[in-house]
């Protein structure tokens, strides 16, 4: 959630642009996270370690929704939050 707050932060203001933003950061997570299993299973159990490192793959792209949802949410926040700034940086007074 919290790499999905500063992608919406980093992104173009607004909610639905930082939901969008936070959403890719939790299927990239998703996806970063698999390949480490597979490639640290492999380098440290052998062919033992691949199928594990396998198994905790397909589990993690089973959950990439769940990361997805969870970015999304805090993409929204990031965006809503620098919408919110850039509108306080326009008001003259």
Known sequence: MAGGIVAGYLGPPGAVRGALGGLLDGLVVAAVFSV??????????????TLIGLGIA??????????????????????????????RRNVTG
């Not at 640290?40 to 033992?48: D, E, I, N, Q």
């Not at 990439?64 to 970015?71: E, K, M, S, T, W």
């Open 36 to 49: 480490v299993a597979v490639v640290g299973g492999t380098a440290f159990l052998g062919p033992v370690g």
């Open 58 to 87: 397909v589990l993690l792209f089973a959950l990439a929704l769940y990361f997805g949802v969870l970015g999304a949410v805090g993409g929204a926040i990031g965006g809503a939050l620098k919408a919110w700034m850039v509108s």
